[in-house]
Nanobody, 110 residues
Framework: QVQFVESGGGLVQPGGSLSLSCTASENLFFVGWYRQAPGKQRELVASSGPGGVTNYGDSVKGRFTISRDNDRKMIFLLMNNLKPEDTALYYC???????WGQGTQVTVSS
């Protein structure tokens, strides 16, 4: 079973930026960044597949960028122009998650 360790979260003001990192225990064809805000269901915000194909949720399109370093088995999420509604616990995982890591908290507040 693939394991993931996320890092890079923190407190940032609206309009600011954060870069999240995730280390996977193995390389994967498809990976995604998810988030779960308090009282809401977990949602997929960005995904990456073979050949550099990426997809984004409508709420983050144009602001978030997913990238990966396969040599280091790492997946990144660059988040720009952050909004209070981006506040959530962020996770990386496959596109068919079986279990979840601890995630990394992102809080956008003035």
């Amino acid at each position: 079973q693939v394991q993931f360790v996320e890092s890079g979260g923190g407190l940032v003001q609206p309009g600011g930026s954060l870069s999240l990192s995730c280390t996977a225990s193995e390389n994967l064809f498809f990976v995604g960044w998810y988030r779960q805000a308090p009282g809401k269901q977990r949602e997929l915000v960005a995904s990456s597949g073979p050949g550099g194909v990426t997809n984004y949720g409508d709420s983050v399109k144009g602001r978030f960028t997913i990238s990966r370093d396969n040599d280091r088995k790492m997946i990144f999420l660059l988040m720009n122009n952050l909004k209070p509604e981006d506040t959530a616990l962020y996770y990386c995982n496959t596109l068919n998650p079986l279990s979840w890591g601890q995630g990394t908290q992102v809080t956008v507040s003035s």
